[in-house]
C-alpha cells in the first residue's frame, strides 16, 4: 500500500546507492537487500515473538496498553495548506466514502482494494477488530475529509521481520482521496505533519516509517519532501518498495 499523490512537486530527488532515483536511470535489477524498513504485510507475527514482546515495559498485552498513544485524542494541527486532523474510521459514516476512494484507478493500482463494498469493509473491520496495532482514519483538512490514512506500530507489524525494528517505530499509509487535490503538493505537507504529529505526540517513538511502491514516482518523491530519507530499494511479495525513514533527529535539527 502506498501513498497516492499523482502529481507532487517534481523538486529533486536526494538519490543514495541503495535507493537510486525513482524517476529513471537505475539499473532496474539494482537494490540492497533490505537493511533499514520495509513493508506492512497480511500476516500474524509468531505467537513467541507477541509473547517476548509483552515481557517489555509498555509493551504489555493488547486491551491492557494503547499501542499507538490514542489517535483519537491528538486533536488538530496546523499546517501550511490548513488545519488538519486524524479522525479514526467509522465504518457506518466512512465506509461508502473510503470504498469509493479506493475505487479510483490511480488509488487502485497501488492499494489493490477495488471492488465492492464488502472488501473494503473486511479492510477496516480487520484493523479495527484487532489489537490496537494498526488504525485507519480519515485526513480531515479545514473540516474536510481528503485523505486516508493508516497510523501503525511498525514494530509489532509482520513488517518489523524484514527490518532492524526499534521499539514504537510508527508506520505510515497514505492516500489523498480525490483527484483534484492530488498534483499540488498535498501529500508531501500532509506528511510532514502526520510525522511532527507522531512524534509530539509519541514520546517513545523515535522513528516515522513507510514503504511506498517504486512505481510510484509521485508517492516516493512526496516522502522525500516531507523530510524522509530513503534507506533501500528492495524487493516485496507484489512490489518493489522505497524504504522510508524521518528520524527524531533529523526533525529537531530542522
Given at each position: 500500500?502506498?501513498?497516492?499523490?499523482?502529481?507532487?512537486?517534481?523538486?529533486?530527488?536526494?538519490?543514495?546507492?541503495?535507493?537510486?532515483?525513482?524517476?529513471?536511470?537505475?539499473?532496474?535489477?539494482?537494490?540492497?537487500?533490505?537493511?533499514?524498513?520495509?513493508?506492512?504485510?497480511?500476516?500474524?507475527?509468531?505467537?513467541?515473538?507477541?509473547?517476548?514482546?509483552?515481557?517489555?515495559?509498555?509493551?504489555?498485552?493488547?486491551?491492557?496498553?494503547?499501542l499507538l498513544d490514542g489517535v483519537h485524542t491528538w486533536g488538530p494541527t496546523r499546517t501550511p495548506v490548513g488545519v488538519f486532523e486524524l479522525v479514526p474510521v467509522r465504518v457506518d459514516r466512512d465506509l461508502p466514502l473510503v470504498q469509493g476512494w479506493m475505487n479510483d484507478p490511480a488509488v487502485a493500482a497501488y492499494w489493490e482494494l477495488a471492488g465492492p463494498r464488502d472488501r473494503t469493509e473486511r479492510h477496516l473491520r480487520a484493523q479495527l477488530g484487532g489489537d490496537g496495532g494498526s488504525v485507519p482514519c480519515l485526513g480531515m483538512l479545514d473540516g474536510t475529509a481528503l485523505s486516508y490514512w493508516e497510523i501503525y506500530r511498525a514494530d509489532l507489524d509482520p513488517l518489523a521481520r524484514f527490518y532492524p525494528a526499534r521499539p514504537h517505530d510508527t508506520g505510515i499509509h497514505l492516500l489523498v482521496g480525490e483527484a483534484a487535490h492530488r498534483g499540488r503538493g498535498l501529500g508531501s505537507a500532509l506528511l510532514a505533519a502526520v510525522a511532527e504529529l507522531i512524534m509530539e505526540r509519541r514520546s517513545a517513538c523515535t522513528r516515522v516509517v513507510a514503504e511506498p511502491d517504486m512505481r510510484n514516482t509521485p508517492s516516493v518523491t512526496a516522502f522525500l519532501n516531507a523530510g524522509f530519507r530513503c534507506s533501500a530499494e528492495v524487493d516485496l511479495p507484489g512490489k518493489r518498495a522505497a524504504l522510508m525513514i524521518r528520524d527524531r533527529v533529523r526533525r529537531e535539527l530542522s
Open positions: 500500500m502506498s501513498l497516492t499523490d499523482t502529481g507532487a512537486e517534481a523538486l529533486p530527488v536526494p538519490v543514495t546507492p541503495d535507493c537510486p532515483d525513482p524517476r529513471g536511470g537505475a539499473d532496474p535489477g539494482a537494490g540492497a537487500l533490505l537493511r533499514d524498513d520495509e513493508e506492512t504485510l497480511n500476516l500474524r507475527l509468531p505467537a513467541e515473538f507477541v509473547a517476548l514482546r509483552a515481557e517489555l515495559p509498555d509493551q504489555g498485552p493488547p486491551g491492557e496498553t494503547d
